[in-house]
Antibody
Framework: EVQLVQSGAEVKKPGESLKISCKGS????????IGWVRQMPGKGLEWMGI????????RYSPSFQGQVTISADKSISTAYLQWSSLKASDTAMYYC??????????????WGQGTLVTVSS | EIVMTQSPATLSVSPGERATLSCRAS??????LAWYQQKPGQAPRLLIY???TRATGIPARFSGSGSGTEFTLTISSLQSEDFAVYYC???????????FGQGTKVEIK
């Protein structure tokens, strides 16, 4: 079974750093893209960026470029989303999701269960 | 930047009735369009990709249509488990970006 399992909920203070994870299993981790999607409380879905673990090719949404860093460790089939200095406005649920390798296949399936990040002083 | 606009924001439907959800792109996205379902407290689930192909395990009552700028998700006979929020998502070649619509909430009438 193809699965993406994300790390647990985090409570942080403004200015702190954070790295959340997304572990893939049941498929060739290096052959599929992993995307990250933000969902702020009560709001819709926003694409943040995407990484190809095979060669670490990474693309960012202009809205998130410079605000977060996406990385992957293919040796442990895990992708990461990290912040160097959190803000209260980073409070949200963050999902990872798999994208097929072909350039013509641009959907996300499956999705991780989500990681809730709360930033509060 | 391509903007995806979904309508209506909320759709009130009785069980067993047909639901028709719309998604409009600000410029052509060809058939690079997917639909997702999200229930409260759950991650989104892929329903439709390539504008009209059902994902694995998705019931036949879900169907997608359209190309270019106008797309439709139809649920032929709403079941209790279908009440949820539905999002469309497009892909743009350059710069490579994935954009979601703001969602349509399907609620019980």
């Amino acid at each position: 079974e193809v699965q993406l399992v994300q790390s647990g909920a985090e409570v942080k203070k403004p200015g702190e750093s954070l790295k959340i994870s997304c572990k893939g299993s049941g498929y060739s981790f290096t052959s599929y893209w992993i995307g990250w999607v933000r969902q702020m409380p009560g709001k819709g879905l926003e694409w943040m960026g995407i990484i190809y673990p095979g060669d670490s090719d990474t693309r960012y949404s202009p809205s998130f470029q410079g605000q977060v860093t996406i990385s992957a460790d293919k040796s442990i089939s895990t992708a990461y989303l990290q912040w160097s200095s959190l803000k209260a406005s980073d409070t949200a649920m963050y999902y990872c999701a798999r994208k097929p390798p072909a350039a013509t296949n641009n959907w996300f399936d499956p999705w991780g269960q989500g990681t809730l990040v709360t930033v509060s002083s | 930047e391509i903007v995806m606009t979904q309508s209506p924001a909320t759709l009130s439907v009785s069980p067993g009735e047909r639901a028709t959800l719309s998604c409009r792109a600000s410029q052509s996205v060809s058939s690079n369009l997917a639909w997702y379902q999200q229930k409260p407290g759950q991650a989104p689930r892929l329903l439709i990709y390539g504008a009209s192909t059902r994902a694995t395990g998705i019931p036949a009552r879900f169907s997608g249509s359209g190309s270019g700028t106008e797309f439709t998700l139809t649920i032929s006979s709403l079941q209790s488990e279908d009440f949820a929020v539905y999002y469309c998502q497009q892909y743009n070649n350059w710069p490579p970006t994935w954009t979601f619509g703001q969602g349509t909430k399907v609620e019980i009438k």
